[in-house]
């Protein structure tokens, strides 16, 4: 998942420091190994545990850590299932029974 310092939006305003791509939870979801650039708001929801990162826009780490990957087996398959079991966090099942318990607290005070 390669993303330079800035994406633009469709305002023309660099969106890098707030943008959560769909593709993002597809790519864990689909768990394979997910190889993307080192941005903050990434790791809102991955780390180096579900993802490898390299720094944006350095087509030399990009090569360093896709050849990691190729040689490396049990790290992809490592990766993935990680990236996997991380994303059911996010499902819409999830997150709405997140948003009820909020309510359901709330209703509670």
Known sequence: ???SKK???SSGGNI???AS?????EYMASGKAILCSDLPVLH??????N???YPPDDLSALTGAFSRLLQDSQLRKNLGDQAHNDVLKYSWDE???TILSYFAAK???
């Open 7 to 9: 994406v633009a939006g």
């Open 51 to 53: 993802a490898v990162f």
């Open 21 to 25: 791509p769909m593709k993002l939870f």
């Open 1 to 3: 998942m390669p993303s």
């Open 44 to 49: 809102e929801v991955l780390n180096t545990n």
């Open 107 to 109: 209703m509670e005070q």
């Open 95 to 97: 997150r709405m029974q």
């Open 16 to 18: 890098a420091n707030v």
